[in-house]
């Protein structure tokens, strides 16, 4: 569905993608993950036409992305980061006129905005203008009309940025309910750690313009940082007895791809205390980068 070649944009000396080779099969849902300025949005922005390319080839659902910039749109929808429904029309409305736009006939847009409306929880607002709806509600509204033509592929940039936590997952739980029903191949970008990992099958980690890592969150949380098991004896003794780890005092710490199974095989080891740590997306990204992705997001919300 996407396939690049070293895909590179250049804006004068910042190399904002830096030579990305990138496969998307059909029905994936991927998720691109990095801090701020990683260059996640300008690789979306190229997939989707909005920007050429530097240098380097993209193709998308079937088509080159410098060379049949119509055939790739005809065949995506891309929901970028701010709202696209204009203020003072009725949601449905919107959603119709944009159905209109792509070549649908009145009834057919009609069918396919019902059908939305329905799939995203949105029947009971969508006959109010835009300018009254919350922000949860607006950013169903925007996925909506970038699902109006039924496209096969679905481009999301931070779609859930600014909502709050039950905003968040009402939105993702959506997301996941159109792909299940329609099959779309979706890709997203976030910085949300927990939305990466809860909602992907495959992580694309993005830092200065590159692929770091890519993988399901499972495989790189186990790849890159592991299960830490950290055992308590009574004695610094019986903790040196403890084969394969790091003893400090009367702690050991031993890093484990199966932290459970480790924990259980130790527990012979009659310990006092036994922790298991799993990882999270940001030790993997912390592993791979030597920074926390999360303490630059804080940073930049902060800044
Ligand atoms: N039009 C532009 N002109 C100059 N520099 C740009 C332009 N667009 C992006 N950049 C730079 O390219 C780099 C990548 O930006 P990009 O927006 O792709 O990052 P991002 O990973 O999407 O970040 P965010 O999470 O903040 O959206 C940044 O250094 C940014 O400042």
């Known amino acids: 569905m996407i396939e690049t070649r070293e895909l590179t944009k250049r804006f004068k000396d910042v190399r904002a993608v830096d030579g990305i080779d990138l496969t998307v099969a059909r029905g994936e849902l991927v998720a691109l993950l990095g801090p701020n300025g990683a260059g996640k949005s300008t690789t979306l922005r190229m997939l989707t036409t909005l920007i050429p390319p530097t240098s380097g080839s993209a193709r998308v659902a079937g088509f080159d992305v410098t060379r049949q910039q119509r055939e790739v749109r005809l065949r995506i929808g891309y929901i970028g980061q701010g709202n696209g429904a204009g203020h003072s029309q009725r949601g449905r409305d919107e959603l119709i006129s944009q159905g209109r736009a792509?070549?649908?006939?009145?009834?057919?847009?009609?069918?396919?905005?019902?059908?939305?409306?329905?799939?995203?929880?949105?029947?009971?607002?969508?006959?109010?203008?835009?300018?009254?709806?919350?922000?949860?509600?607006?950013?169903?509204?925007?996925i909506a009309m970038g699902l109006i033509h039924a496209p096969e592929l679905l481009f999301l940039d931070e779609p859930s940025t600014g909502l709050d936590p039950?905003?968040?997952?009402?939105?993702?739980?959506?997301?996941?309910?159109?792909?299940?029903?329609?099959?779309?191949?979706?890709?997203?970008?976030?910085?949300?750690?927990?939305?990466?990992?809860?909602?992907?099958?495959?992580?694309?980690?993005?830092?200065?313009?590159?692929?770091?890592?890519?993988?399901?969150?499972?495989?790189?949380?186990?790849?890159?940082?592991?299960?830490?098991?950290?055992?308590?004896?009574?004695?610094?003794?019986?903790?040196?007895?403890?084969?394969?780890?790091?003893?400090?005092?009367?702690?050991?710490?031993?890093?484990?791809?199966?932290?459970?199974?480790?924990?259980?095989?130790?527990?012979?080891?009659?310990?006092?205390?036994?922790?298991?740590?799993?990882?999270?997306?940001?030790?993997?990204?912390?592993?791979?980068?030597?920074?926390?992705?999360r303490e630059e997001a804080n940073t930049l919300v902060g800044a």
């Open 102 to 142: 792509y070549g649908m006939t009145v009834p057919a847009a009609r069918r396919r905005a019902d059908e939305l409306i329905d799939s995203l929880g949105l029947g009971e607002v969508a006959d109010r203008t835009v300018s009254t709806l919350s922000g949860g509600q607006r950013r169903r509204l925007d």
């Open 166 to 293: 039950q905003n968040r997952a009402n939105l993702q739980e959506h997301i996941l309910r159109l792909r299940a029903e329609h099959g779309t191949t979706i890709v997203l970008t976030t910085h949300y750690l927990d939305e990466a990992d809860s909602m992907a099958e495959r992580v694309v980690v993005i830092d200065h313009g590159r692929i770091i890592a890519d993988d399901t969150p499972q495989q790189l949380k186990a790849k890159h940082v592991g299960d830490r098991v950290i055992l308590g004896f009574d004695s610094a003794d019986q903790a040196a007895l403890v084969p394969g780890g790091t003893p400090d005092g009367a702690l050991v710490r031993i890093t484990t791809e199966d932290g459970p199974r480790l924990a259980a095989e130790l527990a012979s080891f009659h310990p006092i205390s036994i922790e298991v740590i799993r990882p999270t997306l940001d030790d993997v990204f912390l592993t791979l980068t030597g920074r926390s992705l």
